[in-house]
């Protein structure tokens, strides 16, 4: 279950296990208690993402006739994953969007919170743990390239807060 905490430097959210352990930001928080406690309520209802879901759908299509139902970027004929193996694969943005003259830069960005909400394994390594899964090495770096901010636990594990695993 998502609980707010205050820290030394504010509120933060984290997923409390059984035996009360949770884990810290290392910057100790920087919410009012307000958003803490909606943000935790919104998580435990499985609503909480903090990007608007409907522009992930406008980006990130899903169509029968089309490509054999692959997720695809804006109904263009480009699988999702397509694309995320090349972010994971170190390819810059400018080389993706040279190979690709339909994507935007924000299709980019689209298709690495896409991997990070739906827990695609080219985006992750390791297993679930508290709510939380360790970034994979080309996802960390793609994150970096794109712009998707990346936390640091208290055990050297990366994770994406803003994006959570449906």
């Not at 090349?86 to 830069?105: F, K, M, T």
């Not at 924000?106 to 690495?112: H, P, S």
């Not at 994979?136 to 640091?152: E, P, Y």
Request: glycine share 10%; with cysteine; hydrophobic share 35%.
């Amino acid at each position: 279950m998502y609980r707010a905490f205050q820290g030394p430097n504010g509120w933060y959210v984290a997923f409390e296990r059984e035996d009360g352990f949770h884990r810290q930001p290392q910057n100790g928080g920087n919410m009012s208690e307000r958003d803490a406690r909606r943000e935790a309520r919104d998580r435990n209802e499985g609503g909480a993402v903090r990007r608007k879901e409907r522009d992930m759908e406008q980006r990130i299509t899903v169509e029968p006739g089309k490509m054999g139902g692959v997720p695809c970027v804006r109904g263009l004929r480009i699988p999702a994953v397509t694309v995320l193996r090349q972010l994971v694969a170190g390819r810059s943005e400018a080389e993706i969007l040279r190979d690709h003259p339909d994507l935007e830069a924000e299709d980019l960005r689209e298709v690495l919170a896409w991997a990070l909400e739906t827990g695609h394994e080219l985006a992750y390594q390791g297993t679930v743990d508290a709510g939380m899964v360790e970034l994979s090495d080309g996802a960390l770096d793609a994150c970096d390239r794109v712009g998707i901010d990346v936390a640091v636990d208290d055990y050297g594990c990366a994770y994406a807060p803003n994006y959570l695993i449906r």
